[in-house]
């Protein structure tokens, strides 16, 4: 099993800001207002699925089309601007459906930390948001919605979502840590098929799924090393994997 101290030795070498450039979370970086980080992290974690060199080409097309101005384009949302954007399983419409939700959220609350906050306080967070979203959604929507929004009652690990949250809780070199209802210890590791790999060779994880029963194990394992941020370690994961030439 894998030390705690080669574990800090792999987070003290890649949670730098090298790793951004890479990395989903530079569309975070390009914002200061907070809602404008906020959006730029919530949809940039959408796509963040299947090719990275894919899905960033793709962000930056979509962050074109909302002018570099994601507040904006969320409050002042029209279907015609979306055009033929599309990413694998988004369509079109998918995306229509979400940012017209998303409009609706901004133009009546205060966004999304208030919509993920209110959850947190009622210890349901992933479903609050989730059940915001599916009792708003419109026929146009298909598989490209679901697969952006999964359901948490399936027991998926909520990769993307776990990811949005460490962004936006965490302040380090990486994550900006805007959000102040919750803390880091209070995150779930974002688990995918590299993370699961990797903590099960470290010694870390048992359970041969990755589901959402494997973050909370994962999670657990982690906490025990660094009670008040255990998700530091996301990066010893990706740091590890890159060492060892995957």
Same mark, same amino acid.
């Given at each position: 099993?894998?030390?705690?101290?080669?574990?800090?030795?792999? =987070?003290?070498?890649?949670?730098? *800001?090298?790793?951004? @450039?890479?990395?989903? =979370?530079?569309?975070? #970086?390009?914002?200061?207002?907070?809602?404008?980080?906020?959006?730029?992290? &919530?949809? $940039?974690?959408?796509? $963040?699925? %299947?090719?990275?060199? /894919?899905?960033? @080409?793709?962000?930056?097309?979509?962050?074109?089309?909302?002018?570099?101005?994601?507040?904006? +384009?969320?409050?002042?949302?029209?279907?015609?601007?979306?055009?033929?954007?599309?990413?694998? &399983? %988004? @369509?079109?419409?998918?995306?229509?459906?979400? &940012?017209?939700?998303?409009?609706?959220?901004?133009?009546?609350?205060?966004?999304?930390? !208030?919509? &993920?906050? #209110?959850?947190?306080? /009622?210890? @349901?967070?992933? !479903?609050? =948001?989730?059940?915001?979203?599916?009792?708003?959604?419109?026929?146009?929507?298909?598989?490209?919605?679901? /697969?952006?929004?999964?359901?948490? #009652?399936?027991?998926?690990?909520?990769?993307?979502?776990?990811?949005?949250?460490?962004?936006?809780?965490?302040?380090?070199? *990486?994550?900006? %840590?805007?959000?102040?209802?919750?803390?880091?210890?209070?995150?779930?590791?974002?688990?995918?098929?590299?993370?699961?790999?990797?903590?099960?060779?470290?010694?870390?994880?048992?359970?041969?799924?990755?589901? +959402?029963?494997?973050?909370?194990?994962?999670? #657990?394992?982690?906490?025990?090393?660094?009670?008040?941020?255990?998700?530091?370690?996301?990066?010893?994961?990706?740091?590890?994997?890159?060492?060892?030439?995957?």
């Amino acid at each position: 099993m894998i030390t705690k101290t080669e574990l800090d030795e792999l =987070v003290t070498k890649y949670e730098t *800001v090298d790793f951004i @450039k890479d990395d989903p =979370v530079q569309f975070v #970086h390009r914002f200061s207002d907070k809602k404008d980080i906020e959006i730029a992290g &919530f949809i $940039a974690s959408l796509l $963040a699925y %299947g090719s990275r060199q /894919q899905f960033i @080409k793709k962000l930056n097309s979509l962050f074109e089309i909302a002018q570099n101005e994601p507040l904006n +384009f969320i409050q002042n949302f029209e279907h015609e601007i979306i055009g033929d954007f599309n990413y694998r &399983f %988004g @369509k079109p419409n998918d995306f229509v459906e979400i &940012f017209s939700i998303l409009k609706e959220l901004y133009n009546s609350s205060d966004g999304l930390e !208030e919509l &993920f906050a #209110h959850g947190f306080k /009622q210890d @349901k967070m992933f !479903e609050t =948001v989730v059940d915001y979203f599916y009792s708003r959604v419109g026929e146009g929507a298909k598989q490209g919605f679901y /697969q952006m929004i999964p359901n948490p #009652h399936n027991g998926g690990a909520m990769k993307r979502m776990c990811m949005f949250l460490r962004w936006m809780v965490r302040k380090s070199a *990486v994550d900006v %840590g805007i959000w102040k209802f919750m803390k880091p210890a209070d995150l779930y590791i974002p688990l995918d098929v590299h993370v699961g790999r990797v903590s099960r060779q470290m010694g870390l994880l048992t359970r041969k799924a990755n589901d +959402f029963k494997a973050v909370v194990e994962l999670t #657990h394992n982690l906490k025990i090393l660094c009670p008040e941020d255990p998700i530091k370690y996301d990066f010893a994961m990706f740091g590890y994997g890159v060492n060892k030439g995957e």
